[in-house]
T-cell receptor, first 111, second 116 residues
Framework: DAKTTQPNSMESNEEEPVHLPCNHSTISGTDYIHWYRQLPSQGPEYVIHGLTSNVNNRMASLAIAEDRKSSTLILHRATLRDAAVYYCILRDYSNTGKLIFGQGTTLQVKP | EPEVTQTPSHQVTQMGQEVILRCVPISNHLYFYWYRQILGQKVEFLVSFYNNEISEKSEIFDDQFSVERPDGSNFTLKIRSTKLEDSAMYFC??????????????FGSGTQLSVL
């Protein structure tokens, strides 16, 4: 799997937008960009994914650079419940479907 | 919303004992996975399972580990002779099994295994 690079930690204030960056300069043309998050004492949960175009869902938005070498997960209004580890993962074609997790970004949300 | 359920939430065992961790994946899913997370470390892939056989396993998944789908709903991870270093949170996951790059994995809340 191609490698991603994320900051180890970020801080945000409650009710402010948060932009979580991810660099993936070795991404291949067919890799999907997936984001998962892991709340304290929980299993990872899917957040969003995209290929080339920006994507929005009820949890977040994903902005993908035109050259696809980087992406940004956007939480429009951070809440205390958004404090978690956020993982950016490139998904290549694999019959087994597994995901490979890196260290992720630990997001702290301050009231 | 359908979810992956894992039991027990906590398991304490003595070194050398066998443990079985249980999972009920989402009912129409075809791929099943086990991951583990040692305290303070990243989530590590152990094994994937499809069509009643192992699809892929990591180096961690050695001969002391085995997986089974004993009936149409449960998916189990057995550790034959537990070691202290097996202490970790074990997560079960499942996915629809489309094999596409957009496929999502759904994780359970985990079983915390403590080996004494």
């Amino acid at each position: 799997d191609a490698k991603t690079t994320q900051p180890n930690s970020m801080e945000s204030n409650e009710e402010e937008p948060v932009h979580l960056p991810c660099n993936h300069s070795t991404i291949s043309g067919t890799d999907y960009i997936h984001w998962y998050r892991q709340l304290p004492s929980q299993g990872p949960e899917y957040v969003i994914h995209g290929l080339t175009s920006n994507v929005n869902n009820r949890m977040a938005s994903l902005a993908i650079a035109e050259d696809r070498k980087s992406s940004t997960l956007i939480l429009h209004r951070a809440t205390l419940r958004d404090a978690a580890v956020y993982y950016c993962i490139l998904r290549d074609y694999s019959n087994t479907g597994k995901l490979i997790f890196g260290q992720g970004t630990t997001l702290q949300v301050k009231p | 919303e359908p979810e992956v359920t894992q039991t027990p939430s906590h398991q304490v065992t003595q070194m050398g004992q066998e443990v079985i961790l249980r999972c009920v994946p989402i009912s129409n899913h075809l791929y099943f996975y086990w991951y583990r997370q040692i305290l303070g470390q990243k989530v590590e892939f152990l094994v994937s399972f499809y069509n009643n056989e192992i699809s892929e396993k990591s180096e961690i998944f050695d001969d002391q580990f085995s997986v089974e789908r004993p009936d149409g709903s449960n998916f189990t991870l057995k550790i034959r002779s537990t070691k202290l270093e097996d202490s970790a949170m074990y997560f079960c996951a499942s996915s629809e099994g489309t094999g596409t790059r957009s496929e999502k994995l759904f994780f359970g809340s985990g079983t915390q295994l403590s080996v004494l």
